[in-house]
């Protein structure tokens, strides 16, 4: 397992809440099974956890973000996606990145927009 963590931003500003997800690339080779995720902190930092464990494996992921407006639990049909859908897909998200042992400063900061 290799730390993970990053900031999200949606323009120039910090996701608030969510969560990141990192679904192996079969494409790119990464034939895991195994998804690594983890939460949006308020200022917009995530570190990823593979099976409770911090880290995630070394090669490709597709990543994806989810974040939604808070509202009452009896109106959650009423929650509005604050990231556009196409970052809520694995087979839609233009976010693609490697899990390395020594990735350059920023490398797994992403950066997503509202549509």
């Known amino acids: 397992m290799l730390p993970v963590s990053g900031t ?3 323009g120039a500003k910090p996701l608030a809440s969510g969560s990141v997800a990192f679904h192996p690339d079969e ?3 990464n034939t895991s099974k195994k998804v690594a ?9 995530y570190k990823l956890y593979t ?3 911090p880290g995630a494996p070394a090669g490709w992921y597709k990543v994806t ?3 939604a407006t808070q509202v009452d639990s009896d109106k959650a049909d009423q929650a509005k996606s604050l990231v556009g859908a196409k970052f809520t897909d694995p087979k839609e998200t233009p ?3 490697e899990v390395t042992a020594s990735p350059a ?3 797994y900061d992403l950066k997503v927009s509202a549509n």
């Not at 995720?37 to 930092?45: E, L, R, T, V, Y």
Request: glycine share 22%.
């Open 105 to 107: 400063a920023g490398a």
């Open 27 to 29: 494409a790119k080779g």
């Open 37 to 45: 995720g983890g939460d949006i902190g308020a200022d917009g930092s």
């Open 8 to 10: 999200v931003t949606v």
């Open 51 to 53: 099976d409770a464990k």
């Open 95 to 97: 976010l693609s990145i």
């Open 65 to 67: 973000v989810a974040a």
